[in-house]
């Protein structure tokens, strides 16, 4: 082994390398990376009630990074390329697992008493997008942005779009979505619902990047080595209790 190491190190050259990456990001697998997740903060989210980074209600923030994308009315441009839906998980009211849905469990009652304590679930949609900022940079990464319960509705307005994009061939990374937010009134207090609105038709180059990435997920999740933040959903004040005290009890 020891030789082995001295053999790969003598092949490298002294002077730093300036046309070429290298550092600990080469060797890294699939399943060590966490694609994160875009997350609208709301007045009990973890990061606004502990004033991290200055995050406010409203802004839309990269769960990894833990830092502000945008703010409610600075919509994000977005290239949508891959889609799957989750079961959020409760506990006795709060946030316990997420699992994605399939043919064996889309059925599962939204409520169901087990030997744990009360599980109730939300169903929820999840898109894989790139930053149109990001693929100006050079820095293409996957995001995940998801929707349940108040923003359902834009998650099914999101699919039936792409479902008629589909029946004229096609993609949905073929235009661009417009992410933001607007203010909606709840029983007990007021709360942020995303919405989205569809802009101009992509570049080629943009698609290429995005095929490219599509490729990538996809083979990763056969393989088993898809790993998006999910615990985002805690820190983002996931429960049952906050849900109802927002007036979105909705689970459908």
């Known amino acids: ?13 002294t002077e ?5 990456a290298w550092g600990a990001g080469e060797n890294v697998r699939a399943e060590n990376i966490l ?4 997350l609208l903060m709301q007045a009990i989210s973890e990061f606004v009630m502990e004033n991290h980074n200055g995050i406010k209600m409203g802004d839309f923030v990269d769960s990894v990074e833990k830092v502000k994308i945008a703010a409610h009315n600075e919509p994000i441009e977005l290239i949508i390329f891959h889609t799957f839906d989750t079961w959020v998980n409760h506990l006795d009211g709060e946030f316990f697992s ?22 109730a679930r939300d169903y929820c949609q999840n898109f894989y997008a790139l930053r149109i900022a990001d ?8 995001y995940v942005i998801s929707f349940k319960r108040t923003s359902r509705n834009t998650g099914k307005a999101l699919s039936t779009r792409f479902t008629k ?4 061939k096609k993609s949905s990374a073929s235009v661009v979505v417009k992410l933001s937010a607007k203010l909606e009134k709840g029983d007990k207090g007021h709360y942020y619902v995303s919405q989205v609105e569809f802009g101009r038709e992509t570049t080629k180059e943009e698609m290429q990047e995005c095929y490219a990435w599509y490729r990538k997920v996809v083979e990763a999740e056969k393989a088993g080595r ?6 985002a959903e805690k820190a983002n004040g996931d429960s049952q209790e906050v849900n109802a005290e927002m007036g979105a009890e909705s689970r459908f």
Do not use: H, Y
């Open 165 to 168: 994009m589909l029946r004229l």
């Open 135 to 142: 693929l100006k940079e050079g820095l293409a990464f996957p």
């Open 98 to 119: 997420t699992e994605r849905v399939t043919s064996a469990n889309a059925n599962l009652p939204r409520e169901e008493e087990t030997k744990e304590g009360i599980i």
């Open 35 to 38: 694609i994160p997740k875009i």
């Open 226 to 231: 898809v790993q998006v933040d999910e615990e």
């Open 1 to 13: 082994m020891t030789q082995e190491v001295i053999n790969t190190t003598a092949q490298l050259p």
């Open 16 to 20: 730093m390398p300036t046309n070429v």
